[in-house]
């Protein structure tokens, strides 16, 4: 098919954090340096912000140095950390209040900022569409293009207006050519053409298997009296065991609203837990509830997080592109936070992409330098003292590895003399059903928990039902033939959406369902099957959540 096509110097996939950071540095270098530069940004959202889903308490770093007038700007970096309170759980009923002096230095929020990265983002576009970038919402990167050499020279967007049989509907558009010198890659957590890129050029290699969490998040507007602006909490401990990862947060924005949420590592054995189910029973304890009741649920969301650290980052340059943000996995465990240095990335790949223009044509060119700089960065520090956090939580559990957390930092500032590992998938971890116990999770009381269509009802989730499900099966069979007797196929669980199912047919057997149309595009399935037997691929551009403040 011929197709339509467009040329620039850059294109960067992904209007997030990373992406738009590269995109505002890129013109400020070319300004600076007296460059004439196109530069595109491409995102698969109906609009900017649409698809970011962050905690988020952001360390303005990157921000002071991208923008070092982002307060007079109007950056809505607006309420600051006023109080870190850390608890562990216990129960449903008690928890512990953490000591200041016993909580690792890295989890302290000084000098940070509680914020909506969904609006952080937007500000950020608005600053990059000033200076010249053009920036392409609702339009998806569905495939990476090669050069006859096998570099890369863009990316086509994603046809529109195709029928679920493969059909075109009317309206249909076919996709564009996006070619440019340099390609950047911002998708995000597991992004789909990202995953390819690191096979294709082997990336990967000598590092360790990435690690993942599932962050599920809401919004509240709370009573006035309960509401304390600037108020930073995090929870570990129950209702996850000493063995599995993860924990909560409720962080007290503006306007009487809290973003509270709850991650779950993806590395958990049991087939029969839900993260969905375990943040709702979790929001029952005092705590956290104390906050909540006479309060009204105004947003939901979830989204995979990055959490293997220095030990997974693969190579970030090939040629013809560059990955950058979580599409690498920059997000610091020990700190909860992964905005500032998926900033900063995106920074370093617009000047690396700037020094080595002004040496030379920058055109497939696998522009090593990116490697250089990150490891000289900030960035490469701040990962490499915390290198152990993650390794120290699954070797010995939320107890022993958070002793050994404050220790490794508060006593040693992350310099000991050894780099523990994580070798093993989080695919690989699942236990068999029979040989787990299944968590007796409460019915929700549609107060303080709820169940999961309600939830992707307020993420505004839409996908035009006839087009081909984004959610591909290498074998259709695997879920009934496989899964279901040796997991009791947790698609059912894993998903916080509801987009898996096992029903019956007409004639009373199992059958696996999809309901593509809920997925909020967390990424989940595609991290956690245990066959690694489904494949995320972008919907029709456009579709998927819309969230407005998250």
């Known amino acids: ?49 649409a698809h970011i889903l962050s905690g988020a308490v952001i360390e303005p770093t990157a921000m002071d140095e ?27 009923e008690k928890g512990i209040k953490t000591p ?60 529109m207006g195709v029928a679920e049989d493969g ?24 992004g789909h053409l990202g995953k390819q890129l690191m096979e294709t050029f082997n990336l990967r290699e000598n ?41 909560g947060f409720l962080y007290h924005m503006e306007n009487n609203q809290v973003a509270l949420g709850f991650i779950v590592a993806l590395n958990y054995d049991n087939p029969h837990l839900s993260p969905f189910d375990e943040m709702q029973r979790w929001k029952l304890n005092p705590k956290i509830s104390q906050f909540l009741e006479g309060g009204k649920r105004i947003a939901y969301g979830a989204r995979a997080v990055n959490k293997g650290g220095m030990q997974s980052v693969p190579k970030l340059s090939f ?45 497939n060119k696998a522009l090593t330098v990116m490697d250089d700089k990150y490891k000289s960065s900030w960035v490469f520090d701040e990962l490499y003292k915390t290198r152990n956090f993650g390794p120290a939580l699954h070797k010995f559990g939320t107890l022993l590895g958070g002793s050994f957390a404050w220790l490794d930092q508060n006593i040693f500032a992350g310099k ?74 947790p698609a059912q669980r894993y998903c916080p959406a509801g987009v898996y199912e096992v029903i019956e047919d007409a004639e009373g057997q199992p059958t696996f369902q999809i309901n593509g149309q809920n997925c909020v595009h967390c990424k989940t399935c595609d991290i956690k099957d245990p066959t690694q037997n489904i494949t995320w691929v972008t919907p029709e551009g456009g579709g998927g959540p819309n969230y407005a403040n998250m």
């Open 1 to 49: 098919m011929e197709r339509e096509s467009m040329e620039f110097d850059v294109v960067i996939v992904g209007a997030g954090p990373a992406g738009l950071s590269a995109a505002c540095k890129l013109m400020q270098l070319a300004q600076e340096k007296n460059q004439e530069l196109m530069v595109c940004v491409i995102e698969k959202g109906s609009e900017v912000g």
């Open 66 to 92: 991208l923008f070092p007038d982002w307060k007079e700007k109007g950056a809505p970096l607006k309420t600051k950390v006023k109080g870190d309170d850390v608890y562990y759980l216990t129960g449903q």
């Open 100 to 159: 200041n002096f016993l909580i690792p230095k890295p989890m302290h929020n000084e000098g940070n900022y509680i914020v909506s990265m969904a609006n952080v983002c937007r500000w950020l576009a608005e600053q990059a569409e000033g200076m010249g970038v053009e920036i392409f919402p609702g339009f998806t990167a569905s495939e990476v293009l090669y050069n006859d050499d096998g570099s890369v020279k863009g990316i086509l967007t994603g046809d």
């Open 167 to 190: 059909s075109e509907k009317d309206g249909y558009m076919p996709g564009m050519e996006l070619l440019a010198k340099q390609t950047i890659f911002a998708e995000g957590c597991r």
């Open 207 to 247: 590092v360790d298997p990435q690690h993942y969490g599932l962050g599920i998040k809401e919004i509240w507007t709370i009573e006035p009296e309960k509401h304390e602006e600037g108020l930073v909490v995090h929870t570990a401990g129950w209702p996850l065991d000493n063995h599995t990862e993860g924990g």
């Open 319 to 363: 040629p013809g592109g560059l990955l950058v943000g979580c599409d690498a996995g920059f997000l610091n465990g020990a700190k909860i936070k992964g905005n500032h240095t998926a900033m900063k990335t995106g920074m370093l790949a617009a000047e690396a992409i700037m020094e080595s223009m002004l040496a030379g044509d920058i055109a």
């Open 416 to 489: 000991m003399p050894f780099t523990w590992h994580n070798t093993t998938s989080d695919h690989e971890t699942l236990k068999q059903a029979s040989q787990c116990e299944a968590p007796d999770y409460p019915k929700p009381d549609g107060k303080l928990t709820f169940d999961k269509l309600s939830s992707v009802f307020l993420s505004s989730t839409n996908h035009e039902e006839d087009q081909p499900c984004h959610l591909k099966l290498i074998d259709p069979s695997v879920p009934i033939k496989h899964n279901l007797p040796l997991y009791d196929e």
